[in-house]
């Protein structure tokens, strides 16, 4: 290792160690009373802090600021100020105010807002959040923030996530007072695993597809894919080792808990996972990594594709939300106790969670529908469409044995009767695995498997505090009052169980009969795309439950909706052109000019021997003249319906005929361009094939 690594972790963030050592002890205490308990910040208290910062990195060679935040478009957004003022000899100097520090007034007039900010109203606002810690990166200190409105609406991800962590820090502390305990707040961890592809930069450059779209629109199949299973946690091949050495030296010096690294399933994809942390701070770093691994390709030759599908016909990219919930102490809420007590209150925040998770299925869903994340919810390679929750057996049969008042057949047999002493301990079954389960339970947390590679993952976890916030809600709400807390308790957890079991299922989360269970026998919902789960969002029980948790108002769930609605329709928009452009700029002429050659040779031939039968250019050239005019029609339909799409005056209209539409015909015309290449020269086809793609690295 060329770095000592505790040397350089962390030595680009204004953390804790900074703070303690360069604040006085007035002001840090001041400051982490802010980031603990969100007092307020007084003015004198931000200059301090503002000078000290700056001191900072200028030393680390910053010369730049900017508030850092998460606009609706899902990538970072960043508008960097120098530090510098003119002083009155001539030169300047570096500055940088408390105020310049707490708020930001970006011009917001050109990020996404769903009609919430009328264009003359255009100013915006980013505020510090103490609780995500400053960091330098490309010579500029990025102060992480939260974007809103000028009428406040919240305009970003960090601000509703934000809100969904103290909603749940609410409820759950309301729990945990009837079990005695008397904590400072819980707050959500999360651990993503972030999948990605790599590919050489020239061949990647070659793809207009992959350029404008992040994936590939044609690709006839290469000879080997990933049937040999021989890619997973394979030797990491060189070029991909030095690309994760410099990525972890980057993550690691921004404070990043890059930990374990490996290559995945399909040829060229890998897996980084992080150690968790709290959700927001999760959140911010994840961000980071996504743009750090697509700088650092870079500068290896390569291309760090996030895409959820980069290629059809093996794997696409998700990302797995590890989730938890612990006090400020460090106890972890979804860790089974060591007494009967401690495991009284486990089940109460399982049932919270499993709860959460059958009430607002369609939530948990819509958090992760992109046009890109479609392609993966329900192919074989992915959780399924359907959300259910995993518990594994030993867990599901002490559920059962609740329900049922029966004996739990553990390794002692016991009558399950919560809150008194017979209750058994759990061991923790982590030998039962399930890679099919879009949320399974873990040993100590759930891990929601839904997300995309692309994916913020602030969306998803906005929803899951706020379900798991109202499950809770309604759990304090009816035991305050009970005069006898365990017998309420059990009956609480009983009816829990039976009410929601519908959404326990530890079966084949892959299989066509689970389809059928789920959504005929069970009632769950399978919203297959983006355009059928979106709008959900605006659901009375979905809209009452998040403004209710104070999480989004009326106005921000409307244009959230639009938004993601909007952005949907724009991707698959732009991948049709895409197609059209390189069909009839690229694929047809090149199809049209290996039909002249072989129409040439043919001429040839047959003009020296009249025994020379042609029979492969023939048949080639008539299967390729066939394929020509379907390409043809296919390409005017595909023309049609993305011109039609203009004609319709609501998103959600648009976004049906973007999915009953445009996308089949963009699949039809695939199809024939394939076919295609598979007959045609290789030296007349335009563009790299998907060989080339996938094994462009060595
Ligand atoms: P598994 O083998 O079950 O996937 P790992 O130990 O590899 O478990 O962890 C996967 C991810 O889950 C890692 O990012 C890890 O830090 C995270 N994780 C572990 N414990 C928790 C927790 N209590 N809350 C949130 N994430 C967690
Ligand atoms: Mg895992």
């Not at 009428?151 to 962590?165: C, E, F, I, Q």
């Not at 959700?279 to 996030?306: P, S, Y």
């Not at 949320?439 to 998803?460: D, P, V």
Request: charge should be negative; glycine fraction near 6%; charged fraction near 25%.
């Amino acid at each position: 290792m060329k770095q000592n690594v505790p040397e350089i972790f962390g030595s680009l963030v204004f953390d804790d160690r900074v703070m303690r050592a360069r604040l006085s002890d007035k002001i840090y205490h001041s400051l982490r009373k802010t980031i603990d308990e969100n007092a307020d910040l007084e003015e004198d208290i931000a200059d301090a802090v503002a000078s000290e910062m700056r001191d900072w990195a200028v030393e680390n060679g910053a010369t730049h600021f900017t508030h850092w935040f998460q606009p609706l478009t899902g990538v970072t957004a960043e508008k960097h100020d120098s530090f510098i003022t003119p002083s009155p000899d001539g030169g300047v100097i570096m500055e940088f105010s408390g105020k310049e520090l707490i708020k930001g007034e970006p011009d917001a007039s050109s990020f996404p807002s769903g009609g919430l900010r009328a264009t003359f109203e255009a100013r915006g606002y980013t505020a510090w959040d103490p609780t995500s810690y400053a960091f330098i990166k490309d010579h500029t200190l990025c102060i992480p923030t939260a974007f809103c409105s000028y009428a406040g609406d919240a305009l970003d991800k960090k601000t509703p996530l934000l809100r969904s962590m103290q909603a749940l820090n609410i409820q759950a502390k309301r729990i945990l007072k009837l079990f005695g305990k008397d904590v400072k707040n819980v707050r959500t961890s999360v651990g993503p695993e972030q999948e990605y592809f790599l590919i050489d930069k020239d061949v990647f450059e070659k793809r207009p597809d992959l350029v404008y779209t992040g994936r590939t629109l044609f690709g006839a199949m290469p000879p080997k894919g990933q049937e040999l299973d021989d890619h997973y946690f394979g030797v990491i091949k060189p070029r991909v080792t030095a690309f994760m050495e410099e990525l972890n030296e980057e993550l690691w010096k921004l404070g990043i808990l890059a930990k374990t690294e490996h290559n995945e399933v399909a040829p060229a994809q890998h897996e980084l996972a992080p150690i968790y942390s709290t959700t927001n701070v999760a959140t911010d770093n994840n961000q980071l990594t996504m743009e750090i691994m697509q700088k650092v390709a870079r500068r290896h030759g390569m291309v760090c594709l996030l895409h959820e599908k980069p290629f059809a016909g093996v794997n696409g990219s998700g990302k797995h939300n590890n989730w938890s919930m612990a006090t400020d102490a460090g106890t972890n809420l979804l860790a089974p106790g060591d007494t009967p007590h401690e495991n009284a209150q486990f089940l109460l925040f399982l049932c919270a969670v499993i709860q959460a998770v059958d009430d607002y299925q369609d939530l948990l869903r819509l958090s992760v529908a992109t046009a890109g994340n479609d392609h993966r919810l329900g192919a074989n390679e992915a959780p399924p469409a359907i959300i259910s929750v995993f518990l594994g057996d030993e867990l599901t049969a002490i559920l059962e044995a609740i329900k049922n008042d029966a004996p739990y057949e553990g390794r002692e047999k016991v009558v399950m009767k919560l809150g008194v002493d017979s209750l058994p301990k759990f061991s923790r079954d982590a030998t039962d695995r399930n890679r099919t389960s879009p949320f399974a339970f873990t040993g100590n947390k759930f891990e929601f498997r839904s997300l995309g590679s692309s994916n913020s993952i602030a969306c998803c976890n906005i929803m899951l505090n706020a379900a798991v916030a109202e499950s809770l809600k309604q759990y304090a709400d009816r035991l305050e009052k009970a005069s006898d807390f365990e017998s309420a308790l059990h009956d609480l957890i009983k009816e829990t169980i039976t009410a929601h079991e519908r959404i326990l299922f530890n079966g084949n989360g892959y299989g066509e009969e689970w389809v059928e269970e789920a959504t005929k026998v069970r009632g769950l919902s399978n919203l297959k795309t983006t355009a059928d789960a979106m709008p959900h969002l605006l659901d009375k029980k979905n809209m009452d439950m998040l403004m209710a948790h104070k999480v989004f108002t009326e106005t921000e769930l409307h244009s959230r909706c639009e938004i993601m609605l909007e952005n949907y329709c724009k991707t698959v928009n732009i991948e049709g052109h895409t197609m059209v452009d390189m069909v009839r700029k690229n694929y047809l002429p090149a199809i049209e000019g290996y039909l002249y050659s072989l129409a040439k040779a043919t001429h040839l031939m047959k003009s020296v021997s009249s025994r020379v039968k042609c029979n492969y250019e023939i048949s080639t050239m008539e299967r390729l003249s066939e394929l020509t005019d379907d390409i043809l029609s296919c390409v005017e339909d595909l023309e049609g319906a993305l011109a039609d799409l203009k004609k319709y005056d609501s998103v959600i209209r648009t976004s049906e005929a973007v999915r009953d539409d445009v996308l089949p015909k963009m699949e039809a015309l695939r199809k024939h361009v394939d076919e295609a290449e598979m007959l045609t020269s290789e030296e007349c086809w335009p563009f790299p094939s998907y060989g080339k793609l996938l094994f462009s690295v060595y």
